[in-house]
């Protein structure tokens, strides 16, 4: 298959999710400005973090004048998240030039990993499988700078009975629903949810890692049921 049909799939397939990730950039744009943040600033922290739940953590920390050890730790700890998408994707882009990596590695965010994981586990022989990633890490990126940059010029104007809040945790329930294809995979993600209640008044927001590992290790433990299906 040629490398830039590969590449058009990722970007079709990355396309409906930015339903929810539009809305929840220009939550962060106009937080960001509300903070003190000027916009350049602004805009370019989406270039530098590229993470929205931590950009919107950092843009709170800033705004209740928490120290830079705080700010610095919080946003290390959200972000270590990646730190297992990292792990699940090592076998697949290993073998890939150093350049390759480094590109693919900071276009790897939430909702360019969970659609382009499905087409690795699928094509696992697939050595073009580098140009998915690519189409859904770069269509996530322009969406995420159009975002901010909307939400910077809306500034506070918009309209408090348009609450786009909502849409964030919608946008991560279109990513993790379809992806629920096992037993073990239903254990991990109902673990996972469970614990990342039982852990959310944390501090420096470690209930995202800790969620995280809860449900690797139970999914782990529960692959043998899916043998039995």
Do not use: C
């Amino acid at each position: 298959m040629n490398k830039w049909i590969i590449f058009r799939q990722g970007v079709l397939e990355e396309l409906p999710l930015q339903l929810g990730v539009f809305p929840f950039g220009i939550i962060y744009g106009i937080m960001a400005i509300e903070s003190g943040l000027t916009p350049l600033q602004s805009f370019l922290m989406s270039s530098i973090i590229f993470g929205g739940a931590s950009q919107i953590v950092f843009v709170q920390l800033i705004s209740s004048s928490s120290s830079i050890p705080i700010i610095l730790t919080s946003i290390t700890a959200i972000n270590s998240r990646h730190f297992l998408y990292s792990l699940s994707m090592y076998d697949f882009l290993i073998k890939l030039k150093l350049k390759w990596r480094i590109i693919l590695a900071y276009l790897l965010t939430d909702e360019a990993y969970a659609v382009s994981i499905r087409k690795f586990m699928k094509e696992p022989n697939n050595s073009l499988l580098r140009y998915h990633l690519l189409g859904t890490g770069l269509t996530l990126f322009t969406s995420w700078q159009m975002a901010t940059l909307t939400g910077i010029l809306l500034g506070g104007n918009l309209p408090q009975f348009l609450d786009l809040s909502f849409i964030i945790p919608l946008t991560f329930l279109a990513i993790i629903v379809p992806m629920i294809n096992s037993i073990s995979m239903f254990f991990a993600v109902l673990s996972s949810g469970i614990s990342s209640l039982y852990f959310k008044n944390l501090e420096l927001s470690l209930w995202i890692l800790l969620a995280g590992i809860v449900g690797l290790f139970v999914g782990f433990i529960t692959r043998k049921l899916d043998k039995k299906e």
